[in-house]
């Protein structure tokens, strides 16, 4: 107010000066300027006057405005505060309502929530239920077949097996019989000297040793004895090999007469010589005719064999004559005794073994192709249910996630976890404020 009167009395000062600018400029007397200044003078003097009058009525009446707006703020201030405590109560009572309702509301959105889930969860773990039952028994069916035909082929191996043990236990069998009737000769024979006296028994003897050796190594179709070639001569036997060996012929005479005179010891050295040189004779003769009579190019083999049925005549060539030897070996002639002819004949049944499960060979490769094509595809189908089974764990997973993330935020729901938020106020709270403002 004070600064009011301040601008009012310069203003009027002001309007003075411009007016007696003016008067001055029109008048050209000076006294006539004199008198008008001193009645300008007086006028100021009384308007002067009468301003600081009004202006000390003015400074009584801000005093009293100023009292009058202390004890109106008073009164308002008093009634504010009323109406506020009002408003708050109001304010929290509708807060309360308001957030009861919500959650009511939210309860009801989540119990409605909870059910489809569970209802969900349900219809998924069903679908999943009889997805893993049906690939369960397709796999069962699939491995019930191939393990039928997995026990067929091995139970048709098993039997072939048996068949195969049966056959060798006979042959062992007959091994042991005829041992027994070797043994059972041997106990009969007077003395061997005697048998061997003459050169047709001593034929027969090395024909039937040999026979005994040949018939409890090799299967009956492998051999023959008394066999006749295409160039007329009989071989006492000849063994029926694969190639690359062909047939193989045996001679089972040999010169004994000029051995037994060699060995003599009632013969002077002389004596013994002669023999020697003659035993010598037959023996190079022998390695030749049977050379030139056995080996035929294109029916038997590029050799034959010249069996000796007795050890010690075989072990004197081999000790003492190795002459005869390199000349057996020229020829392709095989010097052979009971226990080398043995191994031989092991030899040719190995052989003979060898070769029978080659011609098979075809058909073990065949089933054993078909079972690898069994097992492939029994690989292919368990690869396909792995990745089923795999696929349908990872959305399982994914749906136990998905669970346990609505269940996480159900509880910070009820927990009510609404942070720096703060709820709105209905419409029918906001008439309040506005008569506060």
């Not at 009969?188 to 003897?205: I, M, P």
């Not at 036997?237 to 007469?257: H, M, Q, R, S, Y």
């Not at 030749?288 to 060539?317: C, N, R």
């Amino acid at each position: 107010m004070g600064n009011a009167i301040l601008w009012l009395q310069l203003g009027t000062f002001a309007v003075l000066l411009l007016g007696l600018w003016l008067f001055g400029r029109r008048g050209a007397d000076a006294a006539v300027q004199r008198d008008a200044t001193v009645r300008f003078e007086t006028r100021l003097q009384e308007h002067t006057q009468r301003m600081e009058e009004r202006s000390s009525a003015l400074e009584a009446l801000v005093r009293d405005l100023d009292r009058a707006l202390r004890e109106d703020r008073a009164l308002a201030r008093e009634e504010m505060g009323e109406r506020l405590g009002d408003f708050r109560q109001r304010f929290e009572r509708r807060q309360g309502e308001a957030l009861s309702s919500l959650q009511e509301s939210l309860q009801k959105g989540l119990l409605t929530l909870d059910g489809k889930l569970s209802d969900a969860l349900e219809r998924n773990t069903e679908k999943l239920v009889k997805q893993v039952g049906g690939l369960t028994e397709t796999a069962d069916k699939r491995l019930k077949e191939i393990s039928g035909q997995v026990e067929k082929r091995l139970s048709e191996g098993f039997e072939k097996t048996t068949a195969t043990f049966a056959d060798i236990v006979k042959r062992l069998a007959l091994i042991d019989a005829a041992q027994q009737k070797i043994t059972e000769l041997s106990t009969h024979v007077v003395s061997l000297q005697q048998v061997l006296d003459d050169k047709r028994s001593r034929g027969a003897f090395g024909e039937v040793q040999l026979a005994g050796l040949v018939r409890n190594v090799l299967p009956e179709s492998s051999f023959s004895f008394q066999h006749t070639l295409s160039n007329s001569k009989i071989a006492d036997c000849v063994l029926f090999l694969p190639a690359p060996t062909g047939n193989v012929a045996i001679d089972a005479k040999f010169p004994l007469e000029s051995y037994r005179r060699m060995t003599d010891s009632s013969l002077d050295s002389s004596e013994q010589k002669a023999a020697e040189r003659q035993f010598k004779v037959d023996i190079r003769k022998h390695i030749q005719d049977i050379s030139s009579k056995y080996i035929l190019p294109g029916e038997t083999s590029d050799g034959a064999m010249m069996f000796l049925p007795a050890e010690a005549v075989f072990a004197e060539i081999q000790a003492h004559h190795p002459d005869l030897v390199e000349e057996a070996q020229k020829r392709r002639v095989w010097i052979v005794s009971p226990t080398t002819l043995m191994a031989v004949l092991n030899t040719a049944r190995a052989v003979l073994k060898d070769e029978a499960t080659r011609e098979q060979v075809h058909v073990i490769q065949e089933h054993l192709g078909m079972l690898a094509k069994d097992f492939g595809r029994f690989q292919l189908r368990m690869d396909k249910l792995s990745q089923h089974i795999n696929a349908a764990h990872k959305d399982v997973e994914q749906v136990h996630t998905s669970a346990r993330k609505i269940s996480s935020r159900f509880t910070k729901i009820e927990k009510v976890e609404l942070e720096g938020a703060v709820p709105r106020i209905p419409a029918a709270a906001d008439e309040t404020p506005s008569e506060s403002e």
